[in-house]
């Protein structure tokens, strides 16, 4: 033991069980400890001992009564060197004369070494930081010690001092508090000095130093780190005030409300908070190895009201497997091991106004084995008490985040129309990729691969790769806002189209090679915020334009050129570009000519050019500063006086 205080258990029944504690000095000849009789008792030396009787176990603690402070002079009852004691125990447990259980205990203990001087009552008097340093020689951390490179420690001896006196620390950490500071007229620290430098430097004693507010009224904050565990956001007339758009759903535990969703980088992060009025259908790859439950779904949910809601769940079980069992390898069934998991969790929140009135959720259940890949997919979908049935209600003016972007051609007979990007799948080549809708507010990328022969004329590759382009825009309006009839010519808005430009680069014959490929497809959509209803902000699209960027093909050619195909990318990008909703009111004259005299956003602050002369200047007492700029305002009329052309003539008289 290494401390005043150990413990020990005796199992078994303590009835009747005397226990003590004996020194053990060993034998000065053999080095053995003197074997030891049960005639002891629960003192010995310094040393007590206590028993604490259980049903089957009793609690042995030995504990050390003397003090371990070291010595001061003419002290006694204190330790006389660092290492304080070292003695052998023996602990034993005896029915009679017979001897149950014995403990062998080494004791080897230091002496208490945080203080080592009498504790005073009187408190410490810390100096007022606004006028005095704080800490005279910051670089002072160790007590009691001298430390390196620390020239005004002065626990340092002179001899000690000789070893680091050329390298000691710089600046405030090296024991330099009032340091001279740049607008100080002895100071020539600055390396650009300008002309009215010593007609505006200031004299001051260095005690007045603005290095003082470094250390003054400095205060403590506390990290902030980002947690899933929130506390509500509560008043006293209102538990809650209920969700807006974009808020994260809590839970009864003041957590997260959470459902695997894809990140920036595409992975699936499965603590991912459901955001209020947020739709989403996402897809993830999984195995049974790294197969992890989700939320439990007898979780309640805040309604936005304090109140909490039980899920509604369905459970359904999968037959068939194929659409979400991507890879599987060659096995026997009775060698693998194979576990019930979760293949789909759909969940419809209900809701009105800023608050969930109702939650559904379906749960496709099925079976995956050792070495099969899973598709797990997850949805959330929000839909108005008033139309619960899966459509938007007609009333919604707006686009809200997450929802398709709504197209028509009014050139044909259906105006429905679609304005959708790619969905790569396989290889990721172009004549296997599907389509997906561009969602507002949501900025995409996206593309495929198509394959060019060596020998493919560049004119007809450009059509190809145009038309595959076109092939995602099958509209010629997009609808304002979610509910633009197609009645209303003014509910939409004409899609801009920049066509490319036609190619009048020549090959001069060369195979392989093709200029100005569009390889590109540019969309830019430009909304506003154009009001609020029910405190959701309703946003509107003001124009789409659509762009093509061209591309330099050439073949790449691989091992010994035998292969006479290469790839070709081309992408999709949507970006959508907010604008107020009215333009902005235009900076007037006069805060053209206030912002030139705004102390704030200019380095020159001419408001404050006589500030020593007012009471806000604490620098020097005010009657000096009084009276120097009175000597000041003088000797200014004196010079004035001086250069007029009359006073030298008078002179000259």
């Not at 005397?18 to 000065?28: A, G, T």
């Not at 014995?102 to 203990?109: F, N, T």
């Not at 920036?264 to 190895?289: I, R, S």
């Not at 595959?468 to 509209?475: D, G």
Request: charged letters at 15%; hydrophobic letters at 35%.
């Amino acid at each position: 033991m290494s401390g005043p205080r150990v413990s020990s258990f005796f199992l078994g029944n303590s009835s009747g069980v005397n226990f003590s504690i004996i020194l053990s000095p060993r034998d000065e000849e053999t080095g053995k400890l003197q074997p030891a009789n049960c005639s002891g008792s629960k003192r010995a030396g310094d040393w007590n001992l206590d028993v604490t009787p259980g049903m089957n176990t009793s609690k042995v603690t030995v504990s050390l009564t003397r003090t371990l402070e070291l010595c001061l002079p003419n002290a006694t009852e204190c330790c006389p060197s660092p290492l304080c004691m070292v003695e052998a125990l023996q602990v034993l447990a005896c029915r009679g004369s017979v001897m149950l259980a014995q403990l062998l205990i080494q004791a080897e203990i230091f002496a208490n070494s945080s203080f080592t001087g009498n504790v005073s009552e009187n408190a410490t008097i810390i100096p007022n930081q606004a006028f005095k340093p704080l800490g005279s020689c910051p670089c002072n951390l160790t007590a009691g010690a001298c430390d390196v490179r620390c020239c005004c420690d002065l626990e340092c001896t002179p001899d000690l001092q000789q070893l680091f006196s050329a390298s000691c620390f710089p600046g405030v950490f090296g024991g330099d508090v009032n340091p001279p500071f740049d607008q100080l007229c002895s100071s020539q620290s600055m390396e650009y000095t300008p002309e009215w430098f010593p007609f505006l430097c200031v004299q001051s004693s260095l005690d007045n130093t603005p290095f003082l507010g470094y250390f003054y009224h400095g205060s403590t904050s506390t990290p902030k780190v980002p947690s899933f565990k929130i506390p509500l956001q509560t008043s006293p007339g209102k538990p809650f005030t209920g969700y807006t758009e974009g808020d994260p759903i809590i839970t009864e535990e003041d957590e997260y409300f959470t459902v695997p969703q894809q990140s920036m980088a595409g992975q699936c992060v499965g603590n991912a908070p459901v955001a209020y009025l947020h739709n989403f259908d996402v897809k993830c790859l999984t195995n049974l190895e790294s197969y992890k439950e989700g939320l439990p779904h007898d979780v309640r949910i805040n309604t936005g009201t304090a109140d909490f809601i039980q899920q509604n769940v369905v459970y359904r079980i999968i037959t068939d497997r194929g659409k979400f069992i991507t890879e599987s390898g060659s096995f026997h069934a009775a060698e693998v091991l194979c576990q019930n998991v979760t293949f789909a969790e759909h969940y419809k929140f209900i809701w009105k106004d800023k608050n969930i009135e109702q939650v559904n959720v379906t749960v496709f259940l099925g079976k995956i084995c050792d070495g099969e890949i899973l598709t797990q997919r997850f949805t959330v979908e929000f839909l108005s008490l008033r139309n619960t049935n899966g459509e938007e209600p007609f009333e919604n003016p707006g686009y809200q985040a997450g929802k398709p972007v709504r197209a028509a051609n009014m050139n044909a007979s259906d105006p429905l129309g679609s304005l959708n990007i790619w969905q790569p799948a396989g290889r990721g080549l172009c004549a296997s990729a599907t389509y997906r809708p561009v969602l507002f507010g949501v900025d995409s990328y996206s593309g495929c691969i198509l394959e060019v022969d060596i020998n493919e004329d560049c004119s007809l590759l450009r059509g190809n790769v145009t038309e595959k382009l076109n092939a995602l825009i099958q509209a010629t309006h997009i609808g304002k806002r979610d509910n633009s009839s197609y009645s209303d010519l003014n509910d939409w808005v004409e899609i801009i189209r920049l066509d490319p430009l036609s190619s009048s680069v020549s090959t001069g014959g060369l195979k392989g090679i093709c200029p100005d490929i569009p390889a590109n497809l540019n969309i830019r959509i430009i909304f506003a915020k154009v009001g609020a209803v029910q405190g959701i902000p309703q946003q509107q699209i003001l124009a789409v334009q659509i762009s093509y960027s061209t591309v330099l093909w050439q073949f790449q050619c691989g091992l010994g050129c035998k292969n006479t195909l290469s790839f070709l990318p081309i992408t999709a990008s949507v970006q959508f570009i907010e604008v107020p909703a009215q333009p902005p009111v235009p900076v007037t004259r006069y805060q053209k000519i206030y912002a030139e005299f705004d102390c704030n956003q200019n380095e020159v602050c001419w408001p404050q050019l006589l500030y020593p002369l007012t009471r806000f200047y604490t620098g020097e007492p005010y009657s000096q500063c009084l009276a120097k700029g009175l000597l000041l305002a003088f000797l200014v009329l004196l010079a004035t006086v001086m250069s007029n052309p009359w006073f030298s003539k008078l002179w000259n008289r």
